[in-house]
C-alpha cells in the first residue's frame, strides 16, 4: 500500500510521500492512492492527519475494514496498536509508543467515514 506517511513529519517528508498538496485553511489536503488527507501542523510538522476515501478509485469507494488495518499499519511505524474504551465508543487506538492516537468516525450520511491520526499530546 502507497499510504505510508507518519505524523510528524515535514512539509517536504509529506510531499516527497504523496506529491503536490493544496493549502486549505490551516491545512495542506494530499489526493493519494484513493484517499484525501487532510494534513493539519504543529508548527513545521504534522500533529493531524484525516484519511478520507476520495472516491477517485472506482473500486475503493466506502472504508473497509482492510483500510483501516491497512492505515494503521502505515502509520504504526512497525509498532501495534491497542485498543482504548472511550465514552463516545468510536473506535480508538494508541500505539503502543503512546505517542499516536487513532479514531475511526462514521458519520450520519453513506460513506462519511474517516481515520484520523494525532499526536498524544503528554
Do not use: C
Not at 12 to 31: D, E, H, I, K, N
Not at 60 to 73: G, H, M, P, R, S
Amino acid at each position: 500500500m502507497a499510504v505510508q506517511a507518519n505524523i510528524g513529519e515535514d512539509v517536504t517528508q509529506l510531499r516527497a510521500r504523496y506529491g503536490s498538496a493544496q493549502a486549505v485553511g490551516g491545512q495542506m489536503l494530499f489526493q493519494h492512492d484513493g484517499y484525501s488527507i487532510a494534513v493539519y501542523f504543529d508548527g513545521a510538522h504534522s500533529g493531524m492527519e484525516v484519511f478520507v476515501r476520495d472516491g477517485s478509485k472506482p473500486d475503493k469507494i466506502d472504508f473497509t475494514e482492510q483500510d483501516i488495518e491497512q492505515v494503521l499499519a502505515a502509520e504504526g511505524e512497525g509498532l501495534t496498536w491497542n485498543v482504548v474504551q472511550v465514552p463516545s465508543g468510536k473506535r480508538t487506538w494508541i500505539r503502543s509508543d503512546n505517542k499516536v492516537l487513532a479514531r475511526f468516525t462514521t458519520g450520519d450520511k453513506p460513506g462519511d467515514k474517516y481515520l484520523t491520526f494525532l499526536l498524544n499530546a503528554q
